[in-house]
């Protein structure tokens, strides 16, 4: 069994609790303290691989703060995550995305998806398919439009990371 952490990252209100908890225990949570930073675990089957995954679940207000830096340094894969809802919230992953390589030392190898939440709002989204198809061709990253309220593609985005994450760390 492979074991990996990756850390849940994005801008407050976007669905990063809700996502981590429909992803690990398969409910919805509407109202999650969004101040609670926690890590949990399960396991996921990807291409006959048994993966553990630790999943931390941040809770950071500012991009920029230290505390990101060292979650960064210690992570193996990142799901970097922005509300369909919320234009805003695509720079923060932007932000987020260039700290990574910076601290990552440039690697253009470094496992990453990008995850849009709240696909179910379909009369509030802000984001439209067109941007994603651009900004995922020009950052060379997987997107992937969820909703964690319908279940709708919550392990897809885990699996394809699971995936990058094989591939750059080769057995140990
Ligand atoms: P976080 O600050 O990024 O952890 O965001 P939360 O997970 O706490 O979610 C913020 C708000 O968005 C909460 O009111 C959630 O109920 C709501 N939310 C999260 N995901 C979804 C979703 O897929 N659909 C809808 N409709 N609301 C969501
Ligand atoms: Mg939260």
């Known amino acids: 069994m492979r074991d ?10 976007v669905g990063k609790s809700a996502l981590t908890a429909r992803f690990i225990r398969d409910v919805f949570i509407e ?3 969004p101040t609670i930073e926690e890590e949990y675990r399960r396991t996921l089957q990807v291409d006959g691989t048994l993966t553990s995954l630790e ?15 060292m979650y960064i340094k210690n992570g ?11 234009e805003a919230s695509l720079r923060e992953v932007e932000m987020l995305r260039q700290q990574i390589y910076r601290v990552k030392g440039g690697s253009a190898k470094v496992p990453i998806v990008v995850v849009g939440t709240k696909l179910d709002l379909v009369n509030e989204r802000e984001v439209p398919r067109s941007t994603i198809q651009e900004l995922a061709a020009r950052w060379g990253l997987p ?6 309220k319908r279940n709708w593609q919550i392990s897809t985005p885990f699996e394809d990371l699971v995936r990058q994450m094989l591939s750059r760390y080769p057995v140990e």
């Open 143 to 148: 997107f992937y439009e969820t909703s964690a």
């Open 4 to 13: 990996f952490n990756v850390v849940v990252l994005g801008a407050g209100g």
């Open 31 to 33: 109202n999650y303290d």
């Open 55 to 69: 999943v931390l679940d941040t809770a950071g207000a500012d991009q920029f703060n230290a505390i990101n830096e």
């Open 76 to 86: 193996r894969g990142f799901l970097l995550v922005f509300s369909l809802t919320q």
